[in-house]
């Protein structure tokens, strides 16, 4: 049964910083493409970033583009999401994703994490 595991996320100030992990398991981690989603409230869910399989191929939103930084450690079966120079519009509950293929259409899913920004 493959299960993704959020870190805890929080409540942090404009301009601060956080660092999300997602743990994985019941999967081969290597074999999968790993993503970042978040959906902020009365939206529709959206795609952050984006790794593939090896690491060495990055996808990210425009929005968060040279902020967020996306990255995994096959070895540990993790992927992490560094979130710089946040902004309340970057407020939303964050999930983990994982598919054999792409970054836009995931197979599963984290249960997903609060980031909230504040003024």
């Known amino acids: 049964q493959v299960q993704l595991v959020e870190s805890a996320g929080g409540l942090v100030q404009a301009g601060g910083s956080l660092k999300l992990s997602c743990a994985a398991s019941?999967?081969?981690?290597?074999?999968?493409?790993m993503g970042w989603f978040r959906q902020a409230p009365g939206k529709e869910r959206e795609f952050v970033a984006g790794?593939?399989?090896?690491?060495?191929?990055?996808n990210y939103a425009d929005s968060v583009k040279g902020r967020f930084t996306i990255s995994r450690d096959n070895a540990k079966n993790l992927v992490y999401l560094q979130m710089n120079s946040l902004k309340p519009e970057d407020t939303a509950v964050y999930y983990c994703?994982?598919?054999?293929?792409?970054?836009?259409?995931?197979?599963?899913w984290g249960q997903g994490t609060q980031v909230t920004v504040s003024e």
């Open positions: 790794i593939a399989w090896r690491g060495g191929i990055t």
């Open positions: 019941g999967l081969t981690f290597s074999n999968y493409v």
């Open positions: 994703a994982a598919d054999l293929k792409t970054f836009t259409t995931p197979h599963y």
